[in-house]
């Protein structure tokens, strides 16, 4: 992981490690709450920069980096976003995939209903944001794989 220092809000400094090879942040407990709003910018465009198709798997048990426990998968709600990170029970931190981070800032929310119809009429089939497969928008509008709805 590589250190990036950003801007918290109220004109604090915060570091947080980021891991581009496997496309995930590591926060120590409150970082991500503490972000200022170009912090979080800048986070988006490091995701752009960032961001491959070709991503690796992650390994079946991820650890802490400041006390080696096992991070627990944990699954969150933000406004009516789902989005899913690896915390520490000990809470010093949690490990978060760049997607699932701009789900829980708000940047990726589902489509609306009228969105989805606009988008039939347009477009047949998609790939889905979060595992690569094709949704077909005349059967549905949910990943048949992930079940994940689609999102922009």
Known sequence: MTALTLDARLGGHLTINVCA????FWFDQFESLQLS????????GFI????????????????????ASRLLLTHDLQRNMRFSYWRCDNEHGRFIGFFDFLKEKNFI??????????LRANIQIVNCSNCGAAIDLESG???SYCHSPISM
Do not use: F, Y
Not at 48 to 67: A, E, F, I, T, V
Not at 109 to 118: G, R, V, Y
């Open 37 to 44: 709003p170009g912090s979080t910018l800048k986070l988006m």
């Open 109 to 118: 929310h589902p489509l609306s209903p009228a969105q989805i119809e606009q």
């Open 141 to 143: 509008s949910v990943c």
């Open 48 to 67: 752009g920069q960032h961001s491959s198709p070709g991503k690796p798997p992650l390994p079946d048990m991820l650890r802490c980096p400041r006390c």
């Open 21 to 24: 090879s496997c496309q995930a």
